[in-house]
């Protein structure tokens, strides 16, 4: 059983393009987050959702809006992807104010 | 940016325990010390966290000193699945945000 499940696992495409990362969880928890992790490996926080509501934005472009239709669900969408989007991302999820974060698999994205 | 430091790299033998270094210097009375670890290829998975007395789990110990400004995690039998980034966090307990430096990457020799 996953417990934080992402799709897809990895994700090519062009310049220009929308593309949508899924990220779900069987936890129960209340919190969920996406995290970049760049090609020098560096992960940094980009969004958090309480119960469906956005709590933290990390000053990340208005091209990626994190969408959560219910509360076991954080998608993320990118509009007009760059090359400068390329890289791993992560979606965790941990019970609110928890301690512990769980992270799913990661998807990786290439921009070509 | 990260409160802590850790040494970039650490090297240790299949069988022995890893002793992996953090100063936070900087950190508030209301701060707990968290570890994570990430695995080539995969996320990050949490380990340990603490407050100011040492704990331990079924993975890892961790020693706070007195002060708080420096922390120890230790893998008591390291072994090869061990290899992989630590990443030493301080964080406010009922806070969000998880803050990732750089960390240590662990070499487990064979």
């Known amino acids: 059983d996953t417990a934080v499940s992402q799709t897809p696992k990895y994700l090519v495409t062009q310049m220009g393009n929308d593309k949508s990362i899924k990220c779900e969880q069987n936890?129960?928890?209340?919190?969920m987050y996406w995290y970049k992790q760049d090609s020098k490996k560096f992960l940094k926080i980009m969004f958090s959702?309480?119960?469906?509501?956005?709590?933290i934005n990390e000053t990340v472009p208005n091209r990626f809006s994190p969408k959560s239709p219910d509360k076991a669900h954080l998608n993320l969408h990118i509009n007009s992807l760059e090359l400068g989007d390329s890289a791993v991302y992560f979606c965790a999820s941990s019970r609110a104010g928890g301690e512990e974060q769980y992270f799913g698999p990661g998807t990786r994205l290439t921009v070509t | 940016d990260a409160k802590t430091t850790q040494p970039t790299s650490m090297d240790c033998a299949e069988g022995r325990a890893a002793n992996l270094p953090c100063n936070h210097s900087?950190?508030?009375?209301?701060?707990?010390v968290y570890w994570y670890r990430q695995i080539h290829s995969q996320g990050p998975q949490y380990i340990i966290h603490?407050?100011?007395n040492n704990e331990t789990n079924e993975m890892a110990s961790l020693i706070i000193t007195e002060d708080r400004k420096s922390s120890t995690l230790i893998l008591p039998h390291a072994t090869l699945r061990d290899t992989a980034v630590y990443y030493c966090?301080?964080?406010?307990?009922?806070?969000?945000?998880?803050?990732f430096g750089k960390g240590t990457r662990l070499h487990i020799l064979p």
């Open positions: 900087t950190i508030s009375g209301n701060e707990y």
């Open positions: 936890l129960g928890h209340d919190t």
């Open positions: 603490g407050l100011k």
């Open positions: 966090i301080v964080r406010v307990n009922l806070g969000d945000k998880i803050i």
């Open positions: 959702y309480n119960n469906k509501e956005l709590i």
